[in-house]
């Protein structure tokens, strides 16, 4: 019942900037944590941001690879989250995971997320 499902991913050059979504339905939305993982060619999965449920403050944790660079944010009027993405890098390459839990605290492990969406491709190259 529970849907995520990411949009915004695109072919962009280094230095641009791009915004990806997770639009979020049968969960509530509010009350979980969510995040952003994403899986480069050839490597692991990786956490990339995370953020709270909204009743928790919402605040965010970050991968020392984008923190400076990236954003996370969320917008409970619309069930959805975002990740602003600025000054990207080619090393940036990968399909962008969307990731939810039942809870509002926020966890960087994979394994602590129940729910995931299907993921979006972000290329950065010249």
């Known amino acids: 019942q529970v849907r995520l499902v990411e949009d915004g991913g695109a072919w962009v050059q280094p230095g641009d900037s791009l915004r990806l979504s997770c639009a979020a339905s049968?969960?509530?939305?509010?009350?979980?944590?969510m995040a952003w993982f994403r899986r480069a060619p050839g490597k692991e999965r990786e956490f990339v941001s995370a953020?709270?449920?909204?009743?928790?403050?919402?605040?965010?944790a970050s991968a020392d690879s984008v923190k400076g660079r990236f954003a996370i944010s969320r917008d409970s009027a619309k069930d959805t989250l975002y990740l602003h993405m600025n000054n990207l890098k080619p090393e940036d390459t990968a399909v962008y995971y969307c990731?939810?839990?039942?809870?509002?605290?926020?966890?960087?492990?994979?394994?602590?997320?129940?729910?995931w969406g299907q993921g979006t491709q972000v290329t950065v190259s010249s």
């Open positions: 990731a939810a839990r039942a809870s509002w605290r926020t966890r960087m492990r994979e394994t602590g997320y129940e729910y």
């Open positions: 049968g969960l509530s939305f509010r009350t979980s944590a």
């Open positions: 953020i709270s449920g909204t009743d928790g403050g919402s605040p965010t």
